[in-house]
């Protein structure tokens, strides 16, 4: 990939990838455009809650990150793999915001995250859980993960600006006593990843602020959305 208008290559100016393989399998049958007409009561399903609806997974070696792109990981993602598989359908008749309403209300809809792995020195993460959408349309995660290179990611990352000093400090003073070394001297945590009201936490530590996601260019509704069946205190 060349910047527009650069006619000549040079260092550090392309993204370079040795292997990329995805692949996608959707396990429903095209509905009917009768099943488009109209949505379901309330409180009845459309039929798919709960069944595994599409399937995909993703292989990635060496990306080589252009210099202009600057990440405190640095430029070389070494190794990341994704295996999902979605719960519930989502509508293909309708806007994306709409659709991902429909699909987190009539269908249950979630992913399930097998497995995730990520090696982007000095970071490395081997993941499983469940992704979902908040009442915000804002994702939610709870994962099952052990991470490598954690304190030097978190050393990096407050250095560049993601992570407030106040949880950096945090994170360094609690998860220390909650890793475990090798005999080879690396350190390893094994912990909860989740994700609860844009805040990414590790353990019992939130850690960064995510921004909002505008799906289809819209803005998430204001405030926080009360679902039917919700417990208020």
């Known amino acids: 990939l060349r910047p527009a208008g650069q006619r000549t290559e040079t260092p550090g100016s392309v993204l370079t990838l040795e292997h990329l393989r995805a692949d996608w399998q959707s396990l429903e049958e095209t509905p009917p455009a009768s099943a488009f007409a109209t949505r379901p009561a309330d409180g009845e399903s459309n039929g798919t809650a ?4 599409q399937t995909a997974s993703l292989t990635l070696r060496t990306l080589i990150l252009p210099a202009w792109v600057q990440t405190p990981l640095g430029q070389t993602l070494r190794a990341a793999e994704a295996e999902v598989r979605m719960l519930g359908s989502l509508p293909r008749h309708l806007p994306l915001y709409d659709g991902l ?10 992913l399930e995250v097998p497995r995730l792995f990520l090696d982007w020195e ?5 993941a499983a859980g469940t992704v979902a959408l908040d009442g915000r349309l804002q994702p939610t995660a709870v994962m099952n993960a052990q991470i490598q290179g954690f304190f030097q990611a978190v050393d990096r990352m407050e250095a560049a600006g993601m992570v407030q000093p106040s949880h950096a400090t945090l994170a360094r003073v609690v998860l220390q006593a909650m890793s475990r ?4 001297g690396v350190s390893t945590l094994s912990l909860p990843l989740t994700v609860e009201n844009q805040t ?5 530590v939130p850690l ?9 260019g819209r803005p998430p509704p204001p ?3 009360i679902r039917p069946g919700e417990r208020i205190d």
């Open 50 to 53: 709960g069944r595994i609806t």
């Open 101 to 110: 309403m429909l699909w987190r209300d009539d269908s249950d809809g979630s």
């Open 122 to 126: 000095p970071l490395a993460i081997g």
């Open 181 to 184: 070394r090798s005999a080879s």
């Open 200 to 204: 990414l936490s590790v353990g019992p």
């Open 208 to 216: 960064v602020i995510l921004p909002d996601i505008h799906w289809s």
């Open 223 to 225: 405030g926080r959305e």
